[in-house]
């Protein structure tokens, strides 16, 4: 009787090949899903942020008499001296424990400025280090989005009750916008550093129409104009805008539309394509304009 081998044949070199390059095109197929799928997540996990600063938004004004925070007040060592638009914020964003720890000095006071709070800042943002700006207010907390100043901002507002104090605060409160809340931007998406620039998107920077370096268009530690729509799609290159870094003088967003969070509550992404004049009217909270439906 004759025994056969019990050897089984390998795989011959060009076998080899072709599987693995099978693998390599799966692969090559998967990625671009998997990228889509994190950037959905990501834009949702943004929206989602946006959505809690428009309840903190609303929650804030119920505490205090309709009226809106402001981009500076000032509050006579109660809870602190000077408190930022963010700083006031913490209570309804659940940073309750960063609020109290300012112990009546400044809203940056006792470590504040450092205080990094995970749902200001979009999961897209890749421009801080772990939450801290690598740009202008170096080693400062940073976030993903700035207040829209025509709104929560009053140019040169002297208060002789709060120690003769020059602040911003807002012109209107939450009842009396005049274009209406579904017609007001209250929210944009911002990225936390201008590289190239040297510029910075600081949670408790100090703010305000009068003096750090502000203007009456801008919004956290450098201006943005409502004249300019929103940059999308964009990249960290250290580069020079247009070429694709973001400039500090607009809002900005990585995903394919900038995310913004209306005076109602709403959220909702914005091209960069809107119409300038359109993005200029959802900006001002007064020039009687109303909003085309498909904006």
Known sequence: MFRTSGRSRGFTLIELLVVIAIIAILIGLLLPAVQKIREAAARMTCSNNLKQVGLAIANYASANQDKLPGLLDYGNSRPANWMTFWFLLFPYLEQDNVYRRSNQTDAWGNGNHAAVVKSLLCPSDSSH??????????????????????????????????????ISIAKY??????????????????????????????????????????NSVGSVYGPWGTQWTPQTNIRFTGGNWPVGEA??????????????????GSVRGVTSAVNANTWSWACQPDDGNVLPGNW
Request: glycine share 10%; hydrophobic share 35%.
């Open 247 to 264: 400039h500090p003088y607009m809002p900005n967003s990585r995903h394919s539309a900038c995310q913004v969070v209306l005076m109602d």
């Open 173 to 214: 409160n939450v009842g009396n916008i005049p274009d209406g809340s579904s017609q007001q931007i209250a929210v944009v998406e911002r990225i936390t550093s201008f590289t190239y620039h040297g510029w910075s998107n600081a949670t408790v920077y100090p703010i305000s129409s009068y003096n750090w370096g502000w």
């Open 129 to 166: 280090n772990a939450g801290i700006c690598t740009a202008g207010a170096g080693g400062w907390a940073g976030t993903s989005y700035a207040p829209v100043s025509t709104l929560f901002n009053q140019v040169n507002y002297y208060d002789p009750n709060k120690s003769g104090a020059t």
